[in-house]
């Protein structure tokens, strides 16, 4: 089982950048599918980014597209979003999962909370 955290969540403008993090512990990272979501107050949870065991191949939603970017360093056991041009829709708790060898995720950290004003 592999236990996940997330950081670097924040208050920001507009416009700004953020970059979250996800720290896996227990298993090696390689073994997972990795994935973002986030859920914003009074919505469901939405899919935002996710990226392949080895780092490549990377899908994203629409509304991110060309704004965020997925990543991983599997040797450090991490997950990044780095995410720019940030705008108050983006406003939501973001969560990391994992899926072992696919993309189901099954485990998920906490959480870390991402504000942007407008």
């Known amino acids: 089982q592999v236990q996940l955290v997330e950081s670097g969540g924040g208050l920001v403008q507009a416009g700004a950048s953020l970059r979250l993090s996800c720290a896996a512990s227990g298993r090696t990272l390689s073994s997972y599918g990795m994935g973002w979501f986030r859920q914003a107050p009074g919505k469901d949870r939405e899919f935002v980014a996710r990226?392949?065991?080895?780092?490549?191949?990377?899908y994203y939603a629409d509304f991110v597209k060309g704004r965020f970017t997925i990543s991983r360093d599997n040797a450090k056991n991490l997950v990044l979003l780095q995410m720019n041009s940030l705008k108050p829709e983006d406003t939501a708790v973001y969560y990391c999962?994992?899926?072992?060898?696919?993309?189901?995720?099954?485990?998920w950290g906490q959480g870390t909370q991402v504000t942007v004003s407008s």
């Open positions: 999962a994992a899926g072992y060898r696919s993309f189901n995720f099954e485990f």
């Open positions: 990226i392949s065991m080895t780092g490549s191949a990377t």
